[in-house]
């Protein structure tokens, strides 16, 4: 049974359900727990009249619950429609919930029929999709809609800025030909962690671990406070997400940016997450502190025994003391003192990253559609979003804040 959620009332009522389907799940992740859905949508969706939810439920034969597809329908170009995942733009890792005992592929079959037959889209544009997904997407596309892949059919396009490839497949059915164009897009980086602090740096050659440990003594030497997760309680929360926003804020700031934190609702809806996720035991904030001033912060996720690096931020005024790289240390030795399996600096290729030994893990964005010129509308909404709208917005906070 297929069950279609589309207000914020019927999504209240699946909670618990939500809640249970994860933590059986291939894919718990925090990105995907019914919180941080339920505060996206009461933030940026509810009562918008051009977008709306499209949350697809699967339920197996004994009424129980198996898969969520946390989708929703966006506008675009005035009168086009793409299905996308919910958080799609404040979330690294997204997926489709499904049962680890249930068939992934024939969840997926449901899901694509479910869109299709309800005529609700003109594209499906997924953001940080696992290899999972996409693979099962690609075989259920192969084996069920009677495709027939060969070399003829794969168009392969090395002309992107960032030298990946893109992919492309023709798919049909009895309606109509889909193509389904992929790109890798967005790879985290992660450490697997070994048993203690020692184990982990020896993995360094004798120049990288000199490195590291020299400004973690320095630090020390010159009293720079670590300030851990364990420091912080309900009493105190506001002050220290205070402080992590402004830290945060400001560097921003000072590369010309807006932030993330620019924008009130935003700054409304990771203040109400965050304190949501911190009564859970999820949120792990932690921070530099050098003579009285924070110079350094972390917003972690401490979640299905990994620990996940979420925002950091640092004062750039104390770059002399590397707080950026201190601070990291700290997190990787305490996620190791928890004897999680992973750190996690989650969305983004930055170089401090590799040299703390992260390893990729790759992500993707994915673009399911029936017409070429949906396809490239689609895109060039995308453009005009991503590089027009934001950064003409970006030019007028500068200019503002400089008056």
């Known amino acids: 049974m297929i069950k279609i959620i589309k207000n914020i009332e019927e999504l209240e009522d699946l909670k618990d359900e939500w809640d249970a389907l994860l933590q059986e799940s291939r894919n718990n992740s925090v990105f995907l727990t019914y919180d941080w859905i339920y505060l996206w949508v009461k933030y940026f969706l509810d009562g918008k009249k051009r977008n709306s939810l499209f949350i ?35 979330s690294d890792y997204l997926d489709i919930i499904i049962h680890k005992q249930s068939n992934p592929e024939d969840i997926v079959i449901e899901i694509l029929t479910a869109i299709r037959e309800n005529h609700i889209a003109n594209i499906i544009f997924l953001k940080q999709v696992s290899e999972l997904l996409l693979m099962n997407m690609n075989m259920n596309m192969n084996m069920n809609i009677n495709t027939n892949i060969n070399n003829d059919n794969i168009n392969m ?73 364990e420091n912080i309680d309900s ?33 409304s809806f990771f203040k109400e997450i965050f304190g949501s996720l911190f009564k859970s035991n999820i949120l792990a904030l932690s921070f530099l502190k050098y003579n009285n001033e924070f110079i350094s912060a972390a917003a972690c996720f401490d979640y299905a025994g990994n620990r996940q690096v979420y925002l950091p931020g640092f004062d750039t005024k104390y770059s002399d003391l590397h707080p950026g790289i201190v601070l990291t240390y700290y997190n990787i030795n305490e996620a190791i003192d928890k004897k999680y399996s992973e750190f996690d600096f989650l969305k983004g290729g930055e170089e401090y990253k590799k040299r703390f030994l992260g390893i990729k893990r790759k992500n993707y964005k994915l673009y399911l559609y029936k017409s070429k010129f949906i396809f490239y509308i689609f895109k060039l909404n995308l453009f005009f979003n991503n590089e027009v709208k934001n950064k003409t917005k970006e030019y007028f906070l500068n200019f503002f804040r400089k008056k």
């Not at 992919?167 to 890798?184: F, G, H, V």
């Open 56 to 90: 697809v439920c699967i339920y197996d034969k004994n009424n129980k619950i198996e898969a969520i597809a946390p989708f929703f329908i966006k506008n675009f170009f005035l009168f086009f429609k793409a299905v996308m995942f919910i958080s799609h733009d404040f």
């Open 157 to 229: 396009d090395n002309t992107n800025n960032d030298n990946k490839h893109k992919y492309q497949y023709n798919y049909r059915d009895k309606q109509a030909i889909y193509s389904l164009t992929y790109k890798e897009s967005g790879d985290c980086y992660y450490i697997k962690l070994p048993d203690g602090i020692d184990a982990y740096m020896k993995q360094f050659n004798s120049k990288q671990r000199y490195n590291i440990l020299s400004r973690v003594e320095k630090a020390k030497k010159k009293s720079v406070e670590y300030i851990s997760p």
């Open 235 to 267: 009493n105190s929360l506001d002050l220290f997400l205070d402080n992590f926003f402004e830290l945060h804020q400001k560097r921003w700031n000072e590369k010309g940016h807006g932030g993330v934190f620019s924008s009130s609702k935003i700054k």
